[in-house]
C-alpha cells in the first residue's frame, strides 16, 4: 500500500504491486547431471539458478529432449546412450535470461 498525503487532513492510499527480480547469471546456474544407474541411458537433469528462484521460468533444448506438459520444469529426464549430446537449461525472468550447456557425462 501506498499512502498520498494531499494536505494536512486528507490522505489517499493506493494499493500497488510491487515485483523484485533479480538478474540472473550464467556463471550462478547449474546443471547436474545423474544417470539412472541401471545402464539404461536414462539421465535426470535439474537446473538450477543458485539462491534466486521467484518467478523463474525454465527453458530445455536439446536434441534428444521432447517437451513434456510441464515446458518450464527444473528437471527433466533424458534418455541417450550418446554421452557427445549437449543439453542447454536457459532461465528467464522478468529482467533478465542466463543459460547454461551441459554434456551428459
Known amino acids: 500500500m501506498a499512502e498520498t498525503v494531499l494536505s494536512a487532513e486528507?490522505?489517499?492510499v493506493e494499493p500497488f504491486k510491487l515485483q523484485v527480480s533479480r538478474h540472473l547469471?550464467?556463471?550462478e546456474m547449474r546443471v547436474p547431471c545423474t544417470p539412472d544407474g541401471a545402464g539404461k541411458g536414462v539421465w535426470q537433469l535439474n537446473c538450477s539458478t543458485g539462491d534466486w528462484k521467484d518467478k523463474?521460468?525454465?527453458n530445455?533444448?536439446?536434441p534428444i529432449y521432447?517437451?513434456?506438459r510441464h515446458p518450464d520444469d527444473p528437471m527433466i529426464k533424458v534418455t541417450s546412450q550418446d554421452l557427445n549430446v549437449k543439453v542447454t537449461c536457459t532461465a528467464?525472468?522478468?529482467i533478465s535470461?542466463?543459460?547454461r550447456t551441459v554434456f551428459l557425462k
Open 10 to 12: 486528507e490522505m489517499e
Open 25 to 27: 547469471l550464467d556463471s
Open 56 to 58: 523463474v521460468e525454465f
Open 60 to 62: 530445455w533444448e536439446s
Open 66 to 68: 521432447r517437451p513434456s
Open 92 to 94: 528467464e525472468n522478468l
Open 97 to 99: 535470461k542466463a543459460s
